[in-house]
T-cell receptor, first 114, second 113 residues
Framework: GAVVSQHPSWVICKSGTSVKIECRSLDFQATTMFWYRQFPKQSLMLMATSNEGSKATYEQGVEKDKFLINHASLTLSTLTVTSAHPEDSSFYIC??????????FGPGTRLLVL | GDSVTQMEGPVTLSEEAFLTINCTYT??????LFWYVQYPGEGLQLLLKATKADDKGSNKGFEATYRKETTSFHLEKGSVQVSDSAVYFC????????????FGAGTRLFVKA
């Protein structure tokens, strides 16, 4: 089946630094990737939809200058959390959609900002 | 807007018990329906899906039937195992609104030996 990877799986950083998370579709091309945020024991919250070669579409309430998304190729999207603060600590999950409707999810990246 | 409502957890069952996790939805258009499973510390895995009314999705002993008349997609398994302990998310993807996926709140399942 289709595989989506995320890197890193864990990251701990100091407050004020920026963190980049990569999302790759390993065996298929994904014109659309999605970024989600999940708080402990809660559901996934869609942050943004990332389309290859164009600007990401952010959900209401998500700061686009805070969460920079780049989708430079059909197999790679990146999420950069800029000037991270402790409240940005969360589990970030990406997904990639194939030519059909099925989304394949990455294993997630756990971010801890000290 | 589109939404998914699933039964609150946690659900605690003994091994070999019957499992039902209820899920209902509201959507414009004709959504596809999904169940995802999340094991502790991991991302989501697609468990099963159904793309049109009366379709039954099934996988690993789990099954769910797309009921348009009751706007439901309840998850069932005849005999649960300890290894089924996880969080289960019901979700829909609608062909309106850019194929966004809307998730339910998730239902945590504990299976005791």
């Amino acid at each position: 089946g289709a595989v989506v990877s995320q890197h890193p799986s864990w990251v701990i950083c100091k407050s004020g630094t920026s963190v980049k998370i990569e999302c790759r579709s390993l065996d298929f091309q994904a014109t659309t990737m999605f970024w989600y945020r999940q708080f402990p024991k809660q559901s996934l919250m869609l942050m943004a939809t990332s389309n290859e070669g164009s600007k990401a579409t952010y959900e209401q309430g998500v700061e686009k200058d805070k969460f920079l998304i780049n989708h430079a190729s059909l197999t790679l999207s990146t999420l950069t959390v800029t000037s991270a603060h402790p409240e940005d600590s969360s589990f970030y999950i990406c997904s990639a959609r194939d030519e059909g409707e099925t989304q394949y999810f990455g294993p997630g990246t756990r971010l801890l900002v000290l | 807007g589109d939404s998914v409502t699933q039964m609150e957890g946690p659900v605690t069952l003994s091994e070999e018990a019957f499992l039902t996790i209820n899920c209902t939805y509201t959507a414009t258009g004709y959504p596809s329906l999904f169940w995802y499973v999340q094991y502790p510390g991991e991302g989501l895995q697609l468990l099963l899906k159904a793309t049109k009314a009366d379709d039954k999705g099934s996988n690993k002993g789990f099954e769910a039937t797309y009921r348009k008349e009751t706007t439901s997609f309840h998850l069932e398994k005849g005999s649960v195992q300890v290894s089924d302990s996880a969080v289960y998310f019901c979700a829909l993807t609608s062909n309106t609104g850019g194929f966004k996926t809307i998730f339910g709140a998730g239902t945590r399942l504990f299976v005791k030996a």
